[in-house]
């Protein structure tokens, strides 16, 4: 073994005498011999898949093993170096050969030990990235939860409520944004409103300005005029002003008189659309009573026909319990084919499906051949 041979020159060129490098080739010599048979015996146990129990507890006793010759090497090296600086340094140097060469060892029977461990340790980091990700898509922050240990039915749940919320806040934005649009519309018609009423009243008012004019100046054309010609023009523009009036008064009649017809037209049409809601209300409230009426009528005829069914069963079931009894009592022979007319005539249960009653048949063929063959058999031998 080529670390068995680094021993002896190690011990060669420590210049201790031969008496002492034997004794130390004796002390430690046994431990190269060890680890070489466990790095061959390492290679051959092979863990790829979590259900290899077997090799990974033989992979933790060997370790374990190896583990107690190490740390027996490194209390042999405690006890030789205490007899001299030389003698240290070359047990140091020797448990370091050692050291590096079981370390290894010990490590990958570690990993084979916990292959198990390392490859649920795995999966659990991929779920948490996966679910950290899923998470990230939702625009949340996956810090704020312990991805790596939450059990999948709390993680599917919080995913849910999360989507959930995601929804409700978006259907919040969309109804928000529908009543600002709607807002808006509303505000620009009532703006358009004022405008147009802001309008008409500029124009009466311009309208009423001119007119005003007019009339100032027809007055003052009047006056001018002749005292006679104002009264005329007074008494014109009197029976002016009354034909207004009079035509702005038949125009409030009129729109009174509409209003009125407007108004007697919505009470009709609400007094019929109640009582039509009435009488849908009552027709499906008679409509819901018959339908209770006809589902008791059919329960009770069920319970009817289960009773008569079961009191026919039982009547059935204690002729044939009596048949037994007396069939008991006789020879064989009679009991025999007593039994084989009990069998024949088995009470047979009432199906529905097309495959049940199948079944059925076939069975009753064949329980009758087995009374015509207890019968058979019967009048042969007795």
Known sequence: METQNELVRVLETSGLDKTKSQILLDKFVG?????????????????SDISQITEMKMAREARLFLSKKRIDVEKTRKELKEDSL??????????RILKNLIEPIENQLEQKEKF?????????????????EKLASLGVDANLYDLLNMPEVVYETMI???????????????????????????DAEMRLENDRLKKEAQEKERLALIEKKKQADLLLLAKQT??????RLKDIADAKLKAEMEANEKIQNEMRAKAEVERKAMEAK??????????KLKAE???????????????EAERKAKR???????????????????????????????????????????????????????????????STFIKNKTNENL
């Open 31 to 47: 431990y190269f011999e060890i680890a070489a048979e466990w790095e061959r015996k390492t290679r051959e146990i092979v863990v």
């Open 116 to 132: 198990a461990q390392i490859q649920e340790a795995k999966k659990r980091e991929e779920v948490k990235v996966l679910r950290a």
């Open 308 to 370: 008569e069914a079961q009191a026919e069963a039982d009547a059935e079931l204690k002729a044939k319990q009596r048949a037994e009894k007396k069939a008991n009592a006789a020879p064989d022979k009679v009991k025999l084919l007593a039994f084989a007319e009990i069998i024949k005539d088995i009470l047979r249960p009432e199906l529905k499906t097309h495959e049940g009653n199948e079944i059925l048949k076939e069975a009753v063929g064949m329980l009758f051949n087995i």
């Open 86 to 95: 030389r003698e240290g340094q070359t047990i140091d140097a020797i448990a």
């Open 160 to 186: 849910i409520g999360l989507q959930e919320q995601i929804k409700a806040k978006a259907e919040a934005e969309r109804k928000a944004e529908e009543a600002r649009v709607a807002k808006e519309k509303a």
């Open 285 to 299: 409230k008679s409509a819901n009573e018959n339908l209770q009426a006809e589902l008791r009528a059919k329960a």
């Open 270 to 279: 609400a007094a019929q659309a109640k009582a039509e809601s009435d009488a």
């Open 226 to 231: 002749a005292e006679l010609e104002a009264k």
